[in-house]
């Protein structure tokens, strides 16, 4: 049996890596967890209430395998550390070591070989492992050359604080609602730029000088990067995204506008995506059946379909719609993926 460490336990990814872990019978112990602070307690289905400890260095050494899923800076003060003295693989959640040269980042059911005694590993950001999922089957049948990618993202997207905040401030909301559907009274949020009931807010995580956000270009960069691509170079696609949150829980929804490199009936791609891993094609628009943040919500697999020519490129165009859990394809369960291919 493997000996397993979460650091980052208490917040959203961290308590969905303990039912990840759960559901696909990983083969360890009880996990170790650890947070900020010790005193907490986190509920586990299989191995019942597990204690948090403070985090520190020697209390995961030794272990077989380490889930960060705590903060950027958090990583880059001690991944490092931590992947001298693991016996397998750190699997960091944050953003920061996706683009070091040396890290592989990694969807399992793309570029899973690149786990193999790699002792530091970057699980990609939410939105780039659920789009990347029907992207690199595409890539593999047809090539790509432009990406174009429109998001509905989830609260989850902003930790456990975003989802409590969506759901404490709908009550308010709906008693701000007036007849003719304006509102009165002021809303308030800290989490996000703006409240999120009842709203779409077009701003997730810094503004650039370009103009895109961090979040927008992370899904540049890290499908550059899962691809095979420099990330930051001018070969491979060309892609671009807008990063909208959205008042739904946990699933994000993107609508995908992609150019191939050769022609792509719209049916050929259907076929492809029905064959590939990690997918599950939800497309017959005369049974108003497609993807949606409900029911991808807590499902392993991303739901892709609204598989159609796109009237703009022609036969080397296609548009599709991708809903997937972004708390598990884009957070614990591609880094569980992750790790059973590092032990494998
Ligand atoms: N939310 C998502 O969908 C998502 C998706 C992909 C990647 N990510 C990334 O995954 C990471 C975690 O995200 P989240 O949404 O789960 O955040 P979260 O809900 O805010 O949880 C953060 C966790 O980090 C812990 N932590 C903070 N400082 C720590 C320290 N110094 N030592 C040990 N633990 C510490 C917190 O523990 P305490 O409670 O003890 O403070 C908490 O358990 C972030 O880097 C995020 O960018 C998130």
Redesign the pocket.
Known sequence: MHRVGV????????RELLGVLEKREFPCEAPLL????GG?TVESGKWGPLD?SP?SVEGVSGLDVVFL????D??KEYADKIAAVVKTCVVD???ALRLRDDVPLVVPEVNGHLCKGAKLIA?P??TTAIAIMALAPIFAAFGLRKVVVSTYQAA??????GMRELRDGITPALQNIKDDGCFEGASTAEVFAHPLPFNVVPHIDKFQANGYTKEEMKVTWETKKILGFDPKGDDGPKVSCTAVRIPTLRAHSEAITVETEKPCPAAACLDVLSDAPGLTVKDDPGDNLYPMPLTATGAFDVEVGRVRQNIVFGENGLDLFVCGD??LR??ALNAVLIAEKALS
């Open positions: 650091v980052g336990a208490t917040g959203a990814v961290g650890f947070g900020s602070k907490q948090v985090f899923a705590a903060s950027g958090f990583a959640n944050s953003s699980n950001n939410c989850s997207g902003a930790g456990a604080a972004q708390l884009g957070a």
